[in-house]
RNA sequence: GCCGAGGUGGCGGAAUGGCAGACGCGCGGGUCUCAAAAACCCGUCUUUAGCAAUAAGGGUGAGGGUUCGACUCCCUCCCUCGGCACCA
């Protein structure tokens, strides 16, 4: 099976052989050291480049590529990450070789939960396990070849690094962004800490899988609430994937709206109420406070006391779990109260139910059934009017035909009603024009059985009793004529009419359901003045109104919650506060920054942070501050540690600042970023919000950090499930690696399927990639052989097709159409006898560069002494290297002119262009003919004649009735 | 329930209004070989007719629409995946 001791192409000596120039020559390195001045070597020899496309630094010209920083586990790098970076490095590549100044690094997320299990699993301590899993990460990435500068590296869990996630801490701190408060919480009770609400997935701790609960506890917090509205609004400015920039919007979760105070009947106390439907208002038939609202208790009356006492009370047992259960089962006890709506003054009762929670808008929600489903729901299970307020704009009056026996078809259609549905009855449900509306009143007091009603729902609701004298009484549906409208309904109906209130009777007319929820593009309906309004302007109006009398005000809320950052565990950065002895917060001085996490403490969880326990952490505190003051003994959440440390690449040494202002300007905002989608509510909006922070302390001068941004997809095992070890479907990049070469596991990544979509890992797919390497390896060594002047001129076509395709995709992200490209060519190649110059197989390499970049170089080198044209002293360096490398004793300074800062192929334009192109013939659409081989640029009368000589039998002998001619492409003959 | 992405051969996928299935895998046949592997060559959406070259028809989740022309644009529905989930 071993494919790598086929003849010929050895991967593992060529990918070994590379590694080691690349490293030894910094190829990819020394950018950061040039920066800073240390190093004198100068650069034409350090970094050198062919022709003159080492162009000066401009901010235009720069281009930060950032692959996301992984989390080294202890299972080592996985594919799916493995396509994140090589995605990276195909475009990190691709743009160095345009000419672009390029940065990329990497860096460790070492801080953690999972190290921190693992330790107490296996008593080891979490810098050792980490440590390993990082050194293992670095051969992963070198192995598959990713070019980033290696002296930019990081890692969170160190000293230098952990003293600027302090720092930022300090600086939100002093901002006053920074606070403690108690309250409730998301709990492991297996990791045995605090999560953030972006941690809880499934309503389960993310890294254990575990129940969380809900329990209150004094936390820090971030106030990035402060942030919600830039960071929702300023989501307009990044090149992001559509559909993430909505789901952080929808995380974020901005809705406008309007406080509304509604009085309490009987009392000077007043609830106010938070809603986004104002519109709605009319329709407000009771009021909901949430159980924990402090004024559920002091509006409760007497009567009600134990009621409420005891909803209260159960309810604030109730887990998140069991509140979720009864998502369908509202419950909810009345309080006995009645509140005054303030738009008709009409009185409705006040409840207390667990469907409101007192974290959004003010704990108080208005109740309308008719335009909101939950508010239904609670309406139909306490028996609740429900009274419809907005009706789709495009439906006419409406009303449904009972006692009308006389009343004929005929009838209606000659004043223009229209009949929409009947019942298994013979009811007819009608839908009544403008128009026609007082035709349809007289024809309804002239013909209804006397003893019945009709009503209608237009702009106003309107009854119509005919008596059984034959007497007509018209009322039109208010809160003030409703109990008449009821009393009358029950008089006609008799026990037919059992609901005993005319709301729930229209209601239960089943087209008047179907309008029942949101709508928002109505008209407003049975809404007082504001009737006939759109949905959008009345309420645009009603709170207008309300704001004149005082009653209401325009606000703004968010889902958005305040950033939980305290973990009481031990692998974390310290939270740099200390207590004094009366238990007051003091800010440690940012000059005895870092706060050192000790290493002789046992991580055990207790629920307690680890850190209390341990003597050293707390050493020299009360000398230094005075008796009784301790440090704060909680880490930091990790992802501070991950939200800066694209900062942190550009000046990794620094020990004054987290990056100086000079390197800052340089290269923020970061232009290229690929990672996963799993992190768009949490990662990324974290960075978005340190960023800004950093913008409005005046320490940069943007506000965005990620100006690009794109998701890789999930490589799924062999099998379409997720890799995971339960399915024991994992692909170590590693072991693929071995057996197929970097070059091969890199372009396969690719070639399986677009960047953004979740593709299934297929090991038989490998091999085609590899016979493609190897196939390519033999060509172009029997090639060198040969040093054709000239290739052949399809081969040159296809070549300069290639280039173009293939950087049109480097641009686009399209690597896996590229790979493609590139197997079309060497098949083409391949079928040619005469093979390739040596000028266009460089060429071809070249491209191919920063999909394979071992078999490139190797490839490259080779071309390069054999070129007949190549300088002698190009020829007699790479010839040294390659002689150092064998005999091992190639040094850093040494250099060679390696394919990787090679200059990018242009094509030429005339021979892109076809000289003949084939044209389809078409006979009403369908294909019938190809023209082959035809002129470019051909006339439609030349065309057309062939076409049609052609396709004579198609066209039956008829004249052709339309000719539609696409030039140079197809021409369709209608007949 | 709501929001989002997607549905194309046996499989991964290509084609963003103009020749559907590029490229690769798999499969079938062949060359080489004592044999096998490897390598290379030919074929491979499907139905019907034909020994065959070929010819005619159908086909991109389903149905409708726009257009000379639809995988591609519009409407309705179905299915899969991801996210959110009492946020008023």
Not at 814 to 833: I, Q
Request: aromatic fraction near 10%.
């Amino acid at each position: 099976m071993p494919v790598s001791s086929e003849k010929g192409y050895d991967h593992q000596k060529i990918e070994s052989k590379w590694r080691k120039v690349w490293e030894k020559s910094k190829l990819f390195q020394g950018q950061y050291l040039q920066e800073q001045e240390l190093d004198e070597v100068n650069s034409e020899n350090q970094r050198p480049r062919s022709e003159d496309r080492d162009l000066p630094f401009s901010h235009e010209n720069k281009c930060y590529i950032l692959p996301q920083l992984p989390y080294p586990s202890g299972s080592g790098l996985h594919m799916g990450h493995s396509e994140g970076y090589v995605a990276c490095d195909m475009y990190a590549r691709y743009k160095r070789m345009t000419g672009k100044k390029v940065l990329q690094a990497i860096g460790w997320d070492a801080f953690g939960l999972p190290a921190e299990n693992y330790a107490i699993k296996t008593n080891v301590h979490p810098r050792i396990n980490t440590d390993n899993a990082i050194a293992n990460f670095r051969e992963q990435i070198k192995s598959l070849g990713i070019s980033v500068d290696w002296d930019r590296e990081v890692g969170s869990h160190n000293p230098d690094y952990y003293k600027w996630t302090q720092w930022f801490f300090l600086l939100m701190y002093k901002r006053g962004l920074a606070y403690r408060k108690e309250q409730s919480v998301n709990w492991c009770s297996s990791c045995k800490t605090v999560l953030a609400n972006e941690q809880v997935v499934d309503r389960k701790c993310e890294r254990c899988d575990t129940q969380v609960i809900q329990k209150n506890m004094e936390q820090w917090y971030l106030k990035i609430t402060k942030y919600a509205d830039r960071l929702s609004k300023d989501l307009d400015k990044v090149d992001w994937p559509e559909e993430s920039i909505i789901r952080q919007r929808d995380w974020i979760g901005r809705s406008e709206g309007a406080e509304i105070k509604f009085s309490i009947k009987g009392t000077s106390k007043s609830i106010k109420i938070f809603g986004t439907r104002a519109d709605t208002i009319f329709g407000a038939t009771f009021i909901v406070l949430s159980p924990e609202n402090p004024l559920v208790k002091e509006i409760t009356s007497a009567k009600q006391q134990k009621e409420v006492d005891a909803y209260i009370n159960q309810s604030s047992k109730k887990t998140e779990l069991e509140r979720i259960r009864q998502d369908k089962d509202k419950t909810g006890v009345f309080t006995g109260a009645y509140a005054v709506n303030p738009v008709n003054n009409r009185e409705i009762p006040v409840w207390t139910a667990d469907y409101v929670l007192m974290s959004y808008g003010t704990g108080a929600v208005m109740g309308v059934p008719s335009h909101d489903k939950r508010d239904f729901d609670f309406a139909g299970k306490f028996n609740i009017p429900i009274i419809h307020v907005v009706a789709r704009s495009d439906l006419l009056p409406r009303s449904f035909l009972m006692g009308a026996d006389d009343i004929t078809d005929e009838d209606l259609k000659k004043i223009g009603v229209k009949i929409s549905a009947r019942t298994k009855d013979g009811d007819r449900k009608i839908e009544i024009p403008e128009k026609s509306l007082q035709k349809y009143e007289k024809l309804i007091t002239e013909k209804l059985i006397p003893g019945y009603w009709n009503e209608y729902v237009g702009a106003e609701t309107v009854f119509i009793f005919k008596h059984k004298d034959g007497s007509v009484q018209r009322i039109e549906l208010t809160p003030e004529t409703e109990k008449k409208i009821d009393t009358l309904a029950s008089k006609f109906a008799g026990e037919n009419f059992n609901n005993g209130c005319v709301w729930k009777w229209l209601a239960d007319n089943d087209w008047y359901k179907n309008v029942i929820v949101h709508e928002e593009y109505g008209i407003l309906i049975n809404s007082g003045e504001f009737s006939g309004l759109g949905s959008i302007e009345g309420r645009k109006k009603i709170i207008e109104k309300l704001e004149s009398e005082g009653k209401a005000e325009f606000t703004v809320k968010y889902k958005l919650r305040d950033w939980s950052v305290s973990r009481q565990r031990f692998w974390g950065a310290p939270i740099p506060m200390v207590y004094d002895s009366k238990g007051d917060l003091h800010p440690v001085d940012e000059k005895d920054l870092p706060v050192i996490l000790p290493d002789d403490v046992d991580f055990k969880p207790t629920g307690q942070s680890p850190l209390t326990y341990s003597e050293k952490f707390q050493d020299g505190v009360e000398k230094k501050y005075g008796k009784g003051w301790h440090r704060e003994v909680d880490t930091l959440d990790t992802f501070m540690c991950s939200s800066w440390y694209y900062y942190r690449y550009l000046d990794p040494r620094n020990d004054k600042e987290f990056a100086s202002p000079e390197v800052l300007k340089r290269w923020m905002p970061v232009d290229f970023y690929i990672g996963g989608p799993e992190h768009v509510t949490g990662h990324l909006l974290y960075s978005r919000f340190f960023t800004k922070v950093l913008y409005d302390a005046g320490y940069i001068d943007f506000d965005e950090p990620f100006l690009f941004h794109r998701h890789q997809g999930m490589i799924l095992g062999a099998d379409n499930k997720k890799m995971s070890k339960r399915w024991g479907n994992v692909i170590n990049p590693i072991d693929v690696v071995k057996e197929y070469g970097g070059d091969t596991a890199r372009m396969y990544l690719m070639f399986m399927g677009p960047l953004t979509a979740d593709k299934p890992w297929n090991t038989n797919g490998v091999v085609g990639v590899r016979k493609f390497i190897a196939r390519l390896y033999k060509l172009a060594l029997g090639n060198i052989g040969k040093t054709k002047a000239q290739s052949p001129v399809n081969l040159k076509v296809l070549l300069n097709k290639t280039i173009k395709a293939v950087s049109s995709d480097c641009e686009n992200l399209k690597f896996n159409t590229s790979v493609a490209k590139f197997m079309e060519f060497v098949n083409e190649w391949e079928k040619s006898p005469k093979g390739l110059s040596l000028e266009d197989l460089e060429i071809f390499l070249k491209i191919l560069a920063p999909f394979a970049p071992y078999i490139t170089e190797e490839l490259f080198q080779k071309v390069k002494e054999a070129r007949v044209d190549s300088n002698a002293d190009v020829k007699n360096r790479s010839s040294a290297v390659n002689e150092k490398v064998s005999n091992g004793s190639l040094k850093g300074k040494d250099h060679f002119i390696s394919i990787h800062v090679q200059s990018w192929p242009e094509y030429d334009q005339a021979l892109v262009k076809d000289e003949t192109v084939d044209i389809a013939v078409q006979v009403n659409g369908k294909l019938r003919v190809v023209l082959r081989d035809h002129r470019v640029g051909s006339l439609q009368e030349e065309i057309e004649k062939e076409a049609k000589e052609q396709v004579k039998k198609h066209l039956d002998g008829k004249t052709p009735k339309k000719v539609i001619y696409i030039k140079d492409r197809l021409i369709n003959i209608v007949v």
